[in-house]
C-alpha cells in the first residue's frame, strides 16, 4: 500500500477504462423524488449554484493520464501519513508498530464518542 501511494502505477488501459465508466456512470445516473431537493442542498453547501456532474462528465473527457500523475506528484507523492489500525492488542505487538512511527493509542470514547 505504502508504494501506491508513492509512486503511481501506470495503466493507459486502465485510466482509460475508469474515465469511460465514469462517464458512462453520470449519463445513466438519475436523480428522482427526495433525491432532487437532496442533491440541491449538497451543491449548495459545497458553494456550487448547478449539479456538479455537467461539469465533471465535460472535464473527464478532456483529463489524460499525464493531469492525474501531476496531481499525484503534488497531492500525495511524499506526503506524510496517518495510519488507523483498529486491532486487538494481544493480536499486534506496539513495537512492531513503532517501526512505522509514533504510535497513539486512543480509547474507545476517543473513537466512537461513548
Do not use: W
Not at 502505477?9 to 469511460?20: G, L, M, N, V, W
Not at 442542498?41 to 492525474?68: C, M, P, T, W
Not at 506528484?73 to 517501526?99: F, H, M, N, R
Amino acid at each position: 500500500m505504502n508504494e501506491l501511494l508513492t509512486t503511481l502505477p501506470e495503466s493507459d488501459k486502465a485510466f482509460e477504462t475508469a474515465r469511460s465508466s465514469m462517464r458512462k456512470d453520470i449519463e445513466t445516473e438519475r436523480i428522482t423524488q427526495d433525491g432532487i431537493v437532496f442533491n440541491y442542498l449538497s451543491a449548495r453547501k459545497l458553494g456550487l449554484d448547478n449539479d456538479i456532474r455537467k461539469s465533471v462528465y465535460e472535464r473527464a473527457g478532456q483529463l489524460h493520464f499525464s493531469d492525474l500523475r501531476q496531481l499525484h506528484q503534488q497531492e500525495v507523492s511524499g506526503k506524510p501519513y496517518t495510519y488507523c489500525i483498529v486491532a486487538s492488542e494481544k493480536k499486534l505487538s506496539t513495537d512492531d508498530l513503532k517501526k512505522y512511527g509514533e504510535v497513539q493509542k486512543l480509547t474507545l470514547e476517543e473513537i466512537f464518542g461513548y
